[in-house]
């Protein structure tokens, strides 16, 4: 097992200057390949902000990081969106599917701007689709399915080329409990089947399923409990245990995803 992320004093600043924000405040972490990781904090702790960094969607003000061993920061915006590919699958609270596709459409969608061929795409889609159990749905629109059933749409999107990384920014947050268990045990899955599974949440229920939990508050690593693969867990408890952490459930969570963070888009 190599080290897979390793982010080194790390700050983002968004507006600098008067109104600057210190989203993320000298944040060092490392994480191995093959890991169940859970990030979790309150609305507005830099959750997002840290998962765009983890996943070269945005780049550090300050620090280094190193995605399995490429300095990021030394990366032009061809490679970044190389390495996302290559690395990253994405997945989004908002599923953010294409309304007019259809479920196979959409998995196939970033397939096409990798250059995989149509036969080839159609393979791995499908593929995709059974895994996340939606074999029978695959000529269905978003607007055909339930919220649950999209996610795993978005899931299978995110799936269909192996990444090594999934990267989920609260996968659950507009599920039910039904759904939220599917999605759960997809990713419990993937991260058996040897996936590297980045999970970042309010909700300190879904962040116990993971074998890692760091905990962020106002941009600072205040917590980084349990254990690595094949290490036994000292302690798992965190201050907040047992807490939903969400305070204010505000639309900014929606805000933050809808530009520049879609893998979609290149
Ligand atoms: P979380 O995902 O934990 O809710 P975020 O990473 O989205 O937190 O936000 C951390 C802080 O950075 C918040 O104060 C938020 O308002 C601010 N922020 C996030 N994105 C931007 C942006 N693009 N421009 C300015 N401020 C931002
Ligand atoms: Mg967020």
Not at 57 to 85: A, K, W
Not at 117 to 141: F, I, P, S, T
Request: hydrophobic letters at 35%.
């Amino acid at each position: 097992m190599g080290l897979l992320v390793d982010v080194r004093d790390v700050s983002k600043v968004y507006n600098p200057g008067e109104n600057e924000v210190r989203a993320l405040d000298h944040v060092t972490v490392s994480i191995e390949e093959g890991e169940y990781v859970a990030i979790i904090g309150q609305s507005g702790s830099g959750k997002s902000t840290l998962m765009n960094i983890l996943g070269c969607l945005d780049v550090p003000t300050e620090g280094e990081y190193f995605l399995h061993g490429n300095n990021v920061m030394e990366l032009d915006d061809d490679e970044l969106s190389d390495i996302r590919n290559k690395e990253i699958g994405f997945i989004f609270q908002g599923f953010n599917l294409i309304a007019n596709l259809t479920a196979l459409e959409n998995v196939e969608l970033p397939l096409i701007y990798r250059g995989v061929k149509k036969a080839k795409r159609e393979e791995l889609a499908e593929l995709a689709l059974e895994k996340v159990g939606l074999g029978n749905r695959m000529d269905h629109k978003p607007s055909e399915m339930s919220g649950g059933q999209q996610q795993r749409v978005a899931i299978a999107r995110a799936i269909a080329q192996a990444p090594p990384v999934i990267l989920a920014d609260e996968p659950t947050g507009n599920l039910d409990t039904h759904s939220t268990q599917d999605v759960m045990e997809i990713l419990e899955r993937l991260h058996e089947e040897g996936h590297t599974v980045i999970l970042i949440t309010h909700n300190n229920e879904i962040a116990s399923r993971a074998d890692r939990l760091i905990q962020i508050r106002d941009g600072c690593i205040e917590s980084d409990v349990g254990r690595r693969k094949g290490e036994e867990v000292e302690s798992d408890t965190v201050s907040t245990q047992g807490e939903d952490l969400e305070g204010d459930a505000t639309s900014r969570e929606y805000e933050n995803e809808g530009e520049g963070t879609r893998d979609d888009e290149e």
